[in-house]
């Protein structure tokens, strides 16, 4: 694990995991100590994350994000699980990838979601808030799996 215990800092300008489980705690930040990690590149394995991170790439892996604000997300391949009060900016689904909400009871917000065909989005149990209309990459809804609660409504762009 990478600055996973209450006090550990670890400070970089990129982090890149191949073909591995790690823990990343909250105290992975930037190298000047004062911002979000720059850069995670996440191919294969297993990864839970609690840091707030700049850009974060998810490439065949099964990520979870449990803390900390995500400005870019890609997710290129696997499976991004997010749980906590956590804020994504902008998420990039790509084909056949999925984004399970439903990590916990939490609120989660993305501002801006952008799926391509084969997406799984699991929604359910209503704790997330989807700013803007999600945006659809060279494919229609009928292309995507949805996974929402009854009452929940998602709109397109």
Known sequence: ???ANSGEILEAEEINITNATV????GVVDHDGAAALPL????????????AVAVLNVDDSDFRHESGAVTTATI???TMTVAGAVTLTTVY?????????????QAKTITDLYVGSGVTLDFRGGHVTITNAIH???CSVSDLTIILDPEQAISFD
């Open 76 to 78: 290129k391949a696997g």
């Open 40 to 51: 995670l590149n996440v191919t294969g394995g297993t990864v839970i994350n609690r840091a």
């Open 136 to 138: 659809l990459q060279g």
């Open 23 to 26: 823990t990343i705690g909250s």
């Open 93 to 105: 689904a790509r084909a056949n990838t999925t984004l399970d909400m439903t990590g916990d009871l």
């Open 1 to 3: 694990s990478l600055a």
